[in-house]
């Protein structure tokens, strides 16, 4: 089993009464890729700030690699925040920015950012800060891959990519974490799309944790149920249910249980349709669980709901 390379315990930062993060406790494990999800306002790149020493907590104590980060350079060369705003000085070109990042970070390759800057097809002689959005992400990008450092944090990186330049870096990130292994952090919205890239998953929401496990294990405990709505309430009586979703006389619900045989065996009886859950929709459910009026918002996908109830029903994945 992997070490831990970060520990927070209930962690907690406020600004000027309002709170970000309250008592935040997560472990995130050695030279794994772990997905930082939720909703904006969160509280994930105050947690990322709060674990790079950027920011300082209000209470609660931060661990890297056994230490606490602040004021302590050998552990903080050891990381890289790659922000969604990260800002340059004016006059930047490429090569000074590829130039301070090699003086920065120890395990920097300066041949795997030559390698992301062709891909990226990044300009070489125009001023950083007449980049566009898409350029400065693909620059961060390729700072982050680069620096190699153990441990890696990257902040909504994708901002501005079309689909093709997405794909670009979710290939060159398993490419070089294969060859390379490290800890990557990445705070992201696009969650289908990563997929994929994710072993592990922390899910904030409104500045707590609300959930933190391996993907697989994160999949099994969960499942959607779709149909009338007569059949659908019958079914629900006593179950977590994280979130749910009415159009006309259909519905949907997530159920926070595993779908076991006897589980499905009712689905069955009820003419209900019993389905997988995607990790999209999962993180959403459990952004909504606790939210009053849930049950009762429309489907934001109309259709979905109806489709759902007139689709003959198959296992859970």
Known sequence: MNANAIETRELTRRYRGET???GVSVSIKENVITGLLGRNGAGKTTLMSLITAQDLPSSGTVRVDGHAPFER???IERMCFIRDNQRYPDDYRLHHALRAAAFSYPNWSQELADHLVEVFRIPRR???????????SALGIVLGLASRAPITFFDEPYLGLDATARGIFYDELL???AEHPRTIILSTHLIDEMDR???RVIVLDRGRVVRE???DELRGEAFQIAGKLSDLDAFLAGREVLSRRTIGGLGTAIIGERPSDSVQAEARELGLELSGVSLQD?????????EPGTASHPESDPTRAANAARTPERSAS
Not at 126 to 136: A, C, E
Not at 282 to 290: E, H, I, K, N, R
């Open 20 to 22: 970000a993060l309250d």
């Open 175 to 177: 490419r070089d974490y």
């Open 282 to 290: 999962l993180v959403a459910a459990y952004g909504l669980a606790d």
């Open 126 to 136: 125009t001023i950083v800060k007449k980049y566009s959005r898409g350029q400065l």
């Open 213 to 215: 496990a391996d993907v």
């Open 73 to 75: 350079a050998e552990t």
């Open 197 to 199: 890239l994710l072993e």
